[in-house]
């Protein structure tokens, strides 16, 4: 059984930065893409970014487009997000994910394609 784990997690002030990390662990298999998604309090869970390693085609929610970077490594099932220019509204506990359907682009994925999820960490930006 394979299991994704975050790290990185924990409080800033507005305008820091965070790199969070997932890293897969159990049997060994490449996943299509990965992604990182985020549940603030009170709200659903939504897309912050994907990757897909075919192409090396990344897309990001327009929220943290030009501040929030996915990159990874795909032999070792491990994808980053770095986290600049936070701001409070960032606060949310973030998850990634892992998806075996390919997609052309990264753009094509939903929240629905992974089926892979890691436990979550926290991500906390005071003003």
Request: include cysteine; charged fraction near 20%; charge should be positive.
């Amino acid at each position: 059984q394979v299991q994704l784990v975050e790290s990185g997690g924990g409080l800033v002030q507005a305008g820091g930065s965070l790199r969070l990390s997932c890293a897969a662990s159990g049997r060994a298999f490449s996943y299509s893409a990965m992604g990182w998604f985020r549940q603030a309090p009170g709200k659903e869970r939504e897309f912050v970014a994907a990757i897909t390693w075919r192409g090396v085609s990344t897309y990001y929610s327009d929220s943290v487009k030009g501040r929030f970077t996915i990159s990874g490594d795909n032999a070792k099932n491990t994808v980053f997000l770095q986290m600049n220019s936070l701001k409070p509204e960032d606060t949310a506990v973030y998850y990634c994910a892992g998806s075996k359907i390919t997609y052309g682009r990264a753009r094509y994925y939903s929240e629905s394609d992974f089926d892979s999820w890691g436990q979550g960490t926290q991500v906390t930006v005071s003003s």
